[in-house]
């Protein structure tokens, strides 16, 4: 289904761009970043919260990071202060390029169980899927911000894939 040379291209990928919405985000005021604009998780702030809380979530599962305190529903709130929530995002994000850097096409290849507490029972599904679920999932959400931060007078930049730097 997919590779660990996609794995990687992918974290690059989710790296670079929400460092594009970071940036773009950076250049609102506290309260366009708060404001409900409608999306499903409301505002910018609590969309990126929402990535972030599932990302951390889906690492718990594939490499043993802590899991996140909160759960699904609080993920909009998971950090009130938006320089605690950049940082955090940073770190996950050389969280996932380091994890990416070591995963193997024979681990993707196996399967994956968990417990899922939002349909509230035990899972088993293939790693691959799972994965490829993590990197759609980012960029379904990092859509919305995109067109939140559009809305807000801000410049997120490109997303297209094929666009992506090779240093990024």
Not at 18 to 33: H, K, S, Y
Not at 88 to 94: F, L, N, S, Y
Request: charged letters at 20%; a negative charge; aromatic letters at 8%.
């Amino acid at each position: 289904m997919i590779t660990a040379r996609y794995v990687q291209t992918m974290a690059r990928y989710n790296a670079w761009q929400n460092g594009q919405v970071i940036a773009a985000a950076d250049t609102l005021d506290e309260a366009a970043r708060r404001a409900d604009r409608g999306a499903f998780f409301g505002s910018i702030m609590g969309t990126l919260n929402h990535v972030l809380w599932a990302d951390e979530m889906w690492m718990h599962r594939f490499a043993g990071w802590p899991k996140p305190k909160a759960g699904i529903s609080e993920s909009p709130a998971l950090h009130d202060d938006w320089a605690v929530l950049k940082a955090a995002r940073a770190k996950a994000d050389r969280g996932m390029l380091d994890w990416a850097g070591h995963v193997t096409d024979a681990a993707l290849s196996a399967d994956l169980a968990w417990y899922s507490g939002a349909i509230g029972r035990d899972m088993v599904r293939p790693m691959a899927l799972c994965v490829a679920h993590v990197f759609n999932h980012q960029t379904h959400h990092r859509g919305q911000v995109h067109a939140m931060l559009t809305a807000a007078g801000a410049q997120p930049g490109d997303t297209d894939l094929a666009l992506m730097p090779e240093e990024a």
